[in-house]
T-cell receptor
Framework: NAGVMQNPRHLVRRRGQEARLRCSPM?????VYWYRQLPEEGLKFMVY????????ESGMPKERFSAEFPKEGPSILRIQQVVRGDSAAYFC??????????????FGPGTRLTVL | AQTVTQSQPEMSVQEAETVTLSCTYD???????LFWYKQPPSRQMILVIR??????QNATENRFSVNFQKAAKSFSLKISDSQLGDAAMYFC??????????????FGQGTILTVHP
């Protein structure tokens, strides 16, 4: 059973470009979380999605950031007009359910975004 | 809002020795879950151990155990018989049990653990 896949693993963008980060959850998982890890910091929650629905986007900046999890295909985190402060590692995690009593979030290897 | 604090940016231990990593948290909730995650240089996040707040018994996974002090809001990780492969960044994390938390995790700042041969 393949784990959570993220691509690309490394992404370099110039200021003002768009960044698209992809996350394929584990087979059978319909819950996806995105976290951001700034240098020397812990991970911070950005958004939680179920298939075709954004459930909680309380940690996502209101401007330039968006996320989707379509019925078919991977979850996408999209950052428009990137700035240097967006440079970070972005992690995706998936789970079978959202309740932590019978849920474990499995993390992908992350995408390291560098904005020049 | 919940917060998680790891006051030890770095720790070191000799191989085969025991080390304890500290974590405190702040919450007004009574039902929640606490976790320790390991992030090796590959950056892959790996769940080490989990504790349910309603359980008084401390969780144990092989060489890893926790000391959960609910009243003090303290959740430390003890690694026994440390191995070179234990070297990594360790994160303490918290999530509420229900409501609108949806299992989202709040992480501490991390502790870098070095294991000396």
């Amino acid at each position: 059973n393949a784990g959570v896949m993220q691509n690309p693993r490394h992404l370099v963008r110039r200021r003002g470009q768009e960044a698209r980060l992809r996350c394929s959850p584990m087979k059978g998982h319909s819950h996806v979380y995105w976290y951001r890890q700034l240098p020397e910091e812990g991970l911070k929650f950005m958004v939680y999605l179920q298939k075709e629905n954004i459930i909680d986007e309380s940690g996502m900046p209101k401007e330039r950031f968006s996320a989707e999890f379509p019925k078919e295909g991977p979850s996408i985190l999209r950052i428009q007009q990137v700035v240097r402060g967006d440079s970070a590692a972005y992690f995706c995690a998936s789970s079978h359910d959202s309740h932590p009593s019978y849920n474990e979030q499995f993390f992908g290897p992350g995408t390291r975004l560098t904005v020049l | 809002a919940q917060t998680v604090t790891q006051s030890q940016p770095e720790m070191s231990v000799q191989e085969a020795e025991t080390v304890t990593l500290s974590c405190t948290y702040d919450t007004s909730e009574s039902d929640y879950y606490l976790f320790w995650y390991k992030q090796p240089p590959s950056r892959q996040m790996i769940l080490v151990i989990r504790q349910e707040a309603y359980k008084q018994q401390n969780a144990t996974e092989n060489r890893f155990s926790v000391n959960f002090q609910k009243a003090a809001k303290s959740f430390s990780l003890k690694i026994s018989d440390s191995q070179l492969g234990d070297a990594a960044m360790y994160f303490c994390a918290y999530t509420n049990a229900g409501g609108t938390s949806y299992g989202k995790l709040t992480f501490g700042q991390g502790t870098i653990l070095t294991v000396h041969p």
